[in-house]
């Protein structure tokens, strides 16, 4: 009772703090640092009004998710930016820095592979995942390794980097066969490298055909020649261009390298789909699913921005999905949305394409008076750009600040960057054109990927809710298996030592089929002398079920020991004999293989059949694994402190206090060993103990 009434001051002390310090907050650009009662940040958004946006999260509703990060928050502090994109690149930082709890995290572990001309005196290709500001050239990405490797494979025939990652010291076969320019022997100028990569560049950025022509040329002109080996070879590399370069179902007329996004988003998760377009080609999608708490298009551009931030293989273009704001459009001003469409936020570019951002000259004179027309209409903005188009004399390309003055005046008080600022603001820090598809193949594309994201959400919640049925059903089968009504709760446990040594225990916790890891124990075995797996069970039975019994916790339904009949009759034992509880045990025999073999209940105990590829069997397998990792990883842990403790316990003059003592100032066994006689002396330690406590770990 005094603990939850401490805890309501708490709060309450948090929210005054709180609202004394929202009255403070400027009327200027920057990020806010949400944080919990343990001072942790939990949450980096950016705002272009920071009084606006953070007061946002203390007032009025929020949906489930938001009240979630909402009810965690203790403080706040903001820093104040010069700019939109100071707040865009300092939240992309403070995001990776911090790695908040409630923040979209880009935690990817699936990276596709690039071909790369590396920058060293001689280059090389080679294939890698990892993409580096390096100065290096990268291509891709590719679709698969396969593909990388086979592309290098054949990029190595036709051009003759070296191919060795030593330097060798005399030439080797690569250069007989004309397949490396050796600078291991000869000098090779600077020019001859040049020429190489802008082929080798020229070639992956989609100029295969004109070289795919000039082989043809020399396949020809060798078999006129008679050279029917180097005609053959030379046929074969068309014959890998061709297989490397094939036309897919997707393809653009101009051959550029687009990333395309689009997402969804649907019970508090968020999917955002990638497609990989190169050379006009779509060669890959990658889709990442995560939980999000913010507002939908902010996060997903929290997401975009994490993407690039440490990628410089950028692509000629990216392409971004609309907010919802423009597709629904009947609640904004009517003149208002007339300007904008007329100024060309539906308008298209020379290519039949719609055009989203850019920046030009006639932008750059705008954007000087950008905090003016960021409180003006869209109309009032559109005609203002239109006599800067005047007076110019130059094409307005309705882009840059133009663009987030128009949208802006859409958004209304919207205080979150809406779509076209931010695409303007991912533009400019990337130096990457940014494009919002209105209409065409573009925008189809992004249709696609916004499609694929909806179908990989859907498909997420429908594989979990399928292994939940899956899981509930295997529990409930398993329980009429064994005779009971009910499955609900299983307790299973596992004994680990060494030869008798760091005898250890751990129990696992399944209700309804599914781990609950909060509920997981550890015993270290205190009766128990050696390798008496009997006697052990015995010992964390009682001491489980003697404090079940005193603190009035839940009971299980079915209680799961690792091993046979000597185990379960060990058990049972204890609980009917000693503590008076009558809940059924049963036991998992493992094979020679140390695999679950069978499964035994009753007293005595008796085999349960059941098959091996049933879902059933399944989930006893899973509980037998999950309770044997848990209690070997337990055991290490335990091993590993008692060979520290042995080691300097067994050196004269080193007793207990002393141990703690030099293990807290030098932190380990392996610090203490690589210490001088000098490092002893602010413990007080003689410089005769020093080279007995040094000589004693050297030996070991």
Not at 657 to 679: C, M, P, T, Y
Request: proline share 4%; hydrophobic share 35%.
């Amino acid at each position: 009772m005094e603990s939850h009434y401490e805890t309501i001051q708490e709060q309450e002390q948090a929210i005054d703090n709180i609202r004394n310090k929202l009255a403070l907050l400027p009327d200027l650009p920057g990020c806010y640092l949400m944080k919990n009662r343990q001072g942790t940040i939990i949450y980096v958004g950016k705002a272009k009004i920071l009084k606006n946006r953070v007061r946002s999260y203390f007032t009025g509703s929020h949906d489930g998710k938001t009240q979630r990060l909402v009810a965690d928050i203790r403080d706040f502090e903001y820093i104040v930016t010069g700019s939109n994109m100071e707040a865009l690149i300092l939240e992309c930082n403070l995001i990776k820095t911090h790695q908040p709890k409630y923040n979209v995290l880009l935690k990817d572990d699936k990276t596709f592979p690039y071909i790369k001309i590396t920058n060293e005196e001689h280059p090389r290709l080679e294939v890698t995942r990892r993409v580096l500001k390096d100065k290096a050239k990268y291509f891709g990405p590719y679709p698969n390794a396969f593909a990388a490797q086979q592309t290098k494979k054949l990029l190595d025939r036709m051009y003759p980097l070296r191919k060795c990652k030593v330097m060798p010291k005399e030439v080797c076969l690569y250069y007989h066969m004309g397949q490396c320019l050796a600078p291991c022997e000869y000098e090779v100028p600077e020019k001859s490298y040049e020429d190489i990569r802008q082929e080798i560049t020229r070639f992956l950025s989609g100029g295969h055909e004109e070289i795919k022509q000039d082989l043809q040329r020399k396949m020809e002109e060798a078999a006129e020649d008679l050279y029917f080996e180097r005609a053959k070879e030379l046929r074969d590399q068309i014959r890998h261009i061709d297989a490397l370069m094939e036309k897919q179902k997707i393809t653009m007329a101009d051959a550029k390298d687009r990333d395309v996004f689009g997402f969804a988003v649907d019970k508090g998760w968020m999917c955002v789909q990638i497609l990989y377009v190169r050379q006009g080609k779509m060669i890959e999608r990658h889709a990442s699913v995560f939980p999000f708490y913010g507002e939908p298009y902010n996060d997903f551009m929290s997401y975009v921005t994490q993407y690039y931030s440490d990628n410089p293989a950028m692509p000629q273009e990216i392409m971004l999905p609309a907010e919802e704001l423009f597709t629904d459009l009947s609640s904004a001003d009517d003149v208002a949305l007339d300007a904008a469409e007329q100024q060309g936020l539906n308008g298209s570019d020379v290519d039949g394409n719609d055009v989203a951002t850019g920046f030009n000259d006639v932008a750059d004179q705008v954007a000087e008076q950008g905090e003016e027309y960021a409180v003006q209409s869209a109309a009032q903005a559109a005609q203002q750009a239109e006599e800067a188009q005047r007076e110019s004399g130059d094409t307005l390309d309705m882009s840059g600040e133009v663009i987030v003055a128009a949208g802006e005046a859409v958004a209304g008080s919207k205080d979150s960057l809406d779509a076209i600022s931010s695409a303007a603001l991912l533009q400019q820090w990337l130096n990457v054109k940014v494009l919002i598809p209105r209409r065409g193949l573009k925008k189809q594309m992004i249709t696609m990927a916004q499609d694929n994201a909806r179908v990989s959400l859907d498909e997420k919640f429908r594989l979990i809710e399928r292994d939940e049925e899956r899981t509930s059903k295997a529990a409930e089968n398993l329980g009429q298996a064994i005779g009971l009504q009910n499955l609900h709760r299983v307790e299973a446990f596992d004994n680990s030592n060494i030869q008798g040594t760091n005898p250890v225990s751990a129990m696992v916790v399944f209700v309804d089929g599914k781990p609950a890891r909060k509920e997981y124990r550890k015993y270290k075995v205190r009766t128990v002398e050696g390798s008496d797996d009997y006697g052990t069970m015995r010992e964390v039975i009682r001491r489980r079920y003697e404090r079940v019994l005193k603190e009035n916790l839940e009971m299980p339904d079915l209680i799961v020991v690792d091993g046979g009949k000597g185990q379960i009759s060990s058990a049972i034992e204890v609980l009917e004999n000693e503590l008076g509880l009558f809940i059924p045990v049963c036991g998992l025999v493992k094979d020679a293989k140390h695999r679950t073999a069978q499964l035994m209940i009753g007293d005595p105990p008796e085999a349960v059949k059941l098959a091996r590829d049933s879902q059933e069997f399944y989930l006893l397998q899973r509980i037998q694994d999950e309770v044997h990792r848990f209690a070997i990883t337990f055991h290490r842990e335990q091993r590993a402190k008692s060979m520290v403790v042995s080691q300097l316990d067994s050196i004269p003059g080193i007793g207990e206090k002393r141990r703690k003592q030099l293990l807290k100032h030098f932190g380990s066994v392996k610090k203490i060993r690589e210490a001088s006689v000098e490092d002893f002396r602010p413990l007080s330690i003689g410089d005769k103990l020093a080279h007995t406590i040094l000589d004693a770990l050297k030996e070991e």
